[in-house]
């Protein structure tokens, strides 16, 4: 999975620098298909979900040798101005608050009994919510946001910028897009 392209195409004033250094930081971020926090999914376990993040792009994340039904399900950008140390410290904070929200849902490695990002027996749709919930509440500056227009053209919305697998069927799209989306 990664980012279709995407050009900026506006013309950047040289004249206004103000103007100019906001183009200029909307531009890389429109543009870039880096730093995202994503959440994973099996396609024969609909009771799983990972969490993780990463500074590149989403492609490395796509897949797991371990397990050919793992899947990127969504994945919400940062803004490029976000660190690698603010990304992991956005994780550690999500994942306490999933593990407060779904209790002895997250599983361990089994050799090193670390805690891993995986989370076994939860309802992925309020698994899915409650994170972006979380994110948008507590990390909001940290993220690119997206409108939502629907097929009429009104406004149905915002939510943290989104990136939808794109072999996942436009019903459950739109579905998921309905949980987070915010008025």
């Known amino acids: 999975m990664r980012k279709p392209l995407q050009t900026y195409d506006l013309n950047i004033p040289v004249d206004d620098y103000k103007m100019k250094a906001v183009m200029e930081r909307d531009k890389a971020n429109f543009e870039s298909p880096n730093i995202w926090f994503y959440v994973g999914a099996d396609s024969r376990d609909p009771g799983f979900a990972k969490v993780g993040i990463t500074m590149g792009d989403l492609r490395s994340r796509s897949y797991s040798s371990a397990n050919p039904n793992y899947y990127l399900f969504c994945a919400f950008q940062c803004i490029q101005g976000t660190s690698k140390s603010q990304l992991e410290s956005i994780e550690l904070g999500a994942l306490t608050h999933l593990d407060a929200v779904f209790p002895n849902h997250r599983t361990r490695h089994m050799e090193s009994q670390r805690l891993s990002e995986c989370y076994y027996n939860i309802d992925f749709e309020y698994f899915f919510s409650c994170l972006h919930d979380y994110l948008h509440d507590n990390h909001y500056?940290?993220?690119?946001?997206?409108?939502?227009?629907?097929?009429?053209?009104d406004d149905d919305g915002y939510a943290l910028a989104w990136e939808f697998n794109p072999l996942l069927p436009p019903e459950v799209k739109s579905r998921f897009r309905s949980l987070i989306l915010r008025y």
């Open 141 to 153: 500056s940290n993220f690119q946001t997206a409108g939502f227009v629907n097929e009429l053209g």
